[in-house]
């Protein structure tokens, strides 16, 4: 199982849209996924059409209460569950200063649960406290969205510190798999320099003993379109909702790209999946 953490301490960066439709689209591919929203403000849960009410388990019982994954978990579409959200998570980063190991109560949950899946992607709040902690210990792999924007690149740089940090004390084997540009717009001479410079970074970590000397600029670009911001608003992954527009064809890429080199299914397997 690939245990991917989506994060950002950035905001409205794409994070919870590529978490959400990233896990859709490699169900659609025929993979087993399950999305854990680690925001408080659910909008993974609300994207994927489940209301965040607080009356039912969510992933604040997991992490404070000590729930089972398996009470949490819920089918949401076809090789597609969702370990949700709601506001009572927001109480989970003062409730757990002064519990011994909370950087690893969802490493520890995940190793008690029975059941397997080729993917879990881990949708992050924009922070970096304890539950985006919790988060990247429990993870083998960081995808970083990023607007094209230079302030941006200059959040990526605390962003990767922290990522190595972790590594260093908590979880050796965490890597960045890559950094994804959202909300993209291949006809500004912004975004082209961005990608440029962003491009050369990585490449000056090659070989050093950080975690991102492997990472990658994801070749698939997320470009901006409208219908990608209106998906949440109907409960649905964008395949739900528009599977014939643009933002579910770039979606539908990423995983693509992020299966190539993979040991498992063959690509003449994975396009009859999609067909």
Known sequence: ?????????????????????????????????????LDPQAHATTHL????????????????????????RRPVGENLWLAGSDIDLAAAEVELAGVIGREVILRDALEQDGEEYDYLLMDCGPSLGV????????????????????????????????????????????QVTGVLLCMYESTTKLAQEVASNLSAYLEQSRGRSVPWSKARLFETRIRRNVKLAEAPSFGQSIFGYAPNCPGA?????????????EVGKGSWEIEESAA
């Open 249 to 261: 064809s770039d979606y539908l890429a990423l995983a693509r790209e992020m299966l190539r080199g």
């Open 131 to 174: 539950l985006t902690l919790n988060a990247l210990a429990a993870a083998q792999e960081v995808l970083i969205p990023l607007q094209p924007h230079f302030l941006a690149l200059h959040g990526l740089g605390k962003l990767l510190e922290t990522t190595a940090l972790v590594s260093r004390r908590i979880n050796p084997k965490l």
């Open 49 to 72: 059409g489940l209301t965040p009410t607080g009356d039912g388990p969510s992933m604040y019982d997991v992490l404070v209460n000590s729930r089972a994954l398996s009470e949490v």
């Open 1 to 37: 199982m690939r245990r991917i953490a989506v994060i950002n301490q950035k905001g409205g960066v794409g994070k919870t849209t590529t978490s959400v439709n990233l896990s859709a689209a490699l169900a659609r591919l025929g993979y087993r996924v399950c999305l854990f929203d």
